[in-house]
């Protein structure tokens, strides 16, 4: 499975944007699909993750009410819509596959998206 990332840009506090990443390969009900960011400077962080069977959703507290993960089965497609963004949201969106189940640390991620810039100016 591949992954492509795209949506990222330029855009003003207060402002949305709306990540996508599809996948090349079948993903299975027991796949949990995620977004993580890495800001220069800092550590990698997880954003959020969807059950792709469930639907059920998990977000870090800093964007939660904030960011909805969303997919669609038919599109094998993942989506981060993003309301609401802060100057400290700027950073480098990934999208990542998880084989195995629900995870909140990239290194349990099996399969990665190249990256999207997203920076939100004050």
């Known amino acids: 499975v591949q992954l492509q990332a795209s949506g990222g840009g330029l855009v003003q506090a207060g402002g949305s944007l709306r990540l996508s990443c599809a996948a090349s390969g079948r993903v299975f009900s027991s796949h949990v699909m995620g977004w993580f960011r890495q800001a220069p400077g800092k550590e990698r962080e997880f954003v959020a993750a969807?059950?792709?069977?469930?639907?059920?959703?998990y977000y870090a507290d800093s964007v939660k009410g904030r960011f909805t993960i969303s997919r669609d089965k038919a599109e094998n497609t993942v989506y981060l819509l993003m309301n609401s963004l802060k100057p400290e949201d700027t950073a480098v969106y990934y999208c990542?596959?998880?084989?195995?189940?629900?995870?909140?640390?990239?290194?349990?991620?099996?399969?990665w998206g190249q990256g999207t810039q997203v920076t939100v100016s004050s």
């Open positions: 990542a596959l998880n084989f195995h189940g629900l995870a909140f640390s990239g290194v349990e991620y099996d399969r």
């Open positions: 969807i059950r792709w069977g469930t639907g059920g959703t």
